[in-house]
Nanobody, 124 residues
Framework: QVQLVESGGGLVQAGGSLRLSCAAS????????MGWFRQAPGKEREFVAA????????YFADSVKGRFTISRDNAKNTVYLQMDSLKPEDTAVYYC?????????????????WGQGTQVTVSS
């Protein structure tokens, strides 16, 4: 059983930056592809970014491409989401998720474990 804990959310002005972290425990982190998803009020949860188990492959939603970066440190069992040039439409609860043995999938059903989420609010 893998536990995921997100941190780093908060309130930021449009154009600003935040870095989210997701710390994993209870499993072999390097065997999991990792993803970030988000859910805005009144909307369905959507894919944001994913990274392969070794970090060599990444995948982004079109809405964040060029502004967000995903990375991981397998020695620290942590995945990061660097968010730059934030927009009010990026406001959402951000979740990290772990996909055992998987690749960089955008499909929620591929992910085995989920964190509780961290709130990101971007003011205009």
């Amino acid at each position: 059983q893998v536990q995921l804990v997100e941190s780093g959310g908060g309130l930021v002005q449009a154009g600003g930056s935040l870095r989210l972290s997701c710390a994993a425990s209870g499993g072999t982190f390097s065997r999991y592809a990792m993803g970030w998803f988000r859910q805005a009020p009144g909307k369905e949860r959507e894919f944001v970014a994913a990274i392969s188990w070794g970090g060599g492959s990444t995948y982004f939603a079109d809405s964040v491409k060029g502004r967000f970066t995903i990375s991981r440190d397998n020695a620290k069992n942590t995945v990061y989401l660097q968010m730059d040039s934030l927009k009010p439409e990026d406001t959402a609860v951000y979740y990290c998720a772990a996909d055992y043995g998987g690749g960089t999938s955008r499909r929620e059903s591929e992910y085995d474990y989920w964190g509780q989420g961290t709130q990101v609010t971007v003011s205009s």
